[in-house]
């Protein structure tokens, strides 16, 4: 089976050198690593916004999945991890934010999901990271 590296133009990087990628198509499914809220340069966009940050993680995988001939309608498994450390009361209504905004991106049906709440990233000003799943139709 044959595998190409995906690593868009412009895309966001990591704060020092490493051999990850932004994502792999191998054969006709795509897997795209997990995506976050920072510009080309690293910095976090939307600090403390879920909604900005989740937006800016679907545009991202959007790239990637683009890079390789795909599209956000080929996903069939997602995985959020998401960080909220305010009051428990409130974590229903962070969550709800976080999901209306995915929901604007995912068609129906939708992908297999799962969201996995976290006590921090690697940068703290992050509140979500997405990775995803995609399968092409054969006729691409």
Known sequence: M???RIMPKEHWNWSMPVPF????????????????????????IGVGDIET???NCFENIRKVLNEAGADLKDIVKLNTYYVFDGDEKE???FWEKMTKVRMEYLSDP??????IRISGFA??????????????????
């Open 91 to 93: 974590a229903t209504e």
């Open 2 to 4: 044959e595998k190409q």
């Open 21 to 44: 990628s932004q994502g792999w198509k191998a054969g006709n499914m795509i897997f795209v690593g997990g995506q976050i809220s920072t510009d080309e340069n690293g910095k976090t």
């Open 53 to 55: 940050q989740t937006r």
């Open 123 to 140: 940068f703290e000003d992050l509140l979500i990271e997405i990775e995803a799943i995609a399968v092409m139709p054969d006729e691409k």
């Open 110 to 115: 939708g992908p297999a999901g799962t969201g």
